[in-house]
């Protein structure tokens, strides 16, 4: 498998270009862990502490057969917790001339 050095797909070990961005894919195929960037996607070394492509502070490195199907699921996650959140703020309405606290309970 090939890793997308711009945007993190992985391809198939026989692509020259990436399927989702079209960047020339490296010649080597990277096996064991990596840190992928969860700013720009970019993976890098095991090693590495900052991201090579933006600068971003790295993570615990990810095994390579993690999906970034894996990934997404962590960020629904985070959106539906902040939907959660904005769900239960209050909002209040006027009924015949009076104010009414309504919450969702």
Do not use: H, W
């Amino acid at each position: 498998m090939k890793i997308c050095q711009n945007c993190g797909t992985k391809n198939s070990k026989e692509a020259v270009f990436c399927e989702n961005c079209g960047a020339k894919l490296p010649e080597v195929v990277v096996t064991g862990k990596i840190k992928k960037c969860r700013n720009c996607g970019y993976s890098n070394e095991e090693e590495a502490t900052f991201c090579g492509n933006c600068g971003t502070k790295l993570t615990e490195p990810i095994s390579s057969a993690e999906t970034d199907d894996d990934m997404d699921s962590e960020e629904k996650q985070d959106e539906q917790s902040e939907e959660l959140e904005e769900s239960e703020i209050s909002t209040n309405e006027t009924i015949d001339d009076q104010e009414v606290t309504k919450t969702d309970e």
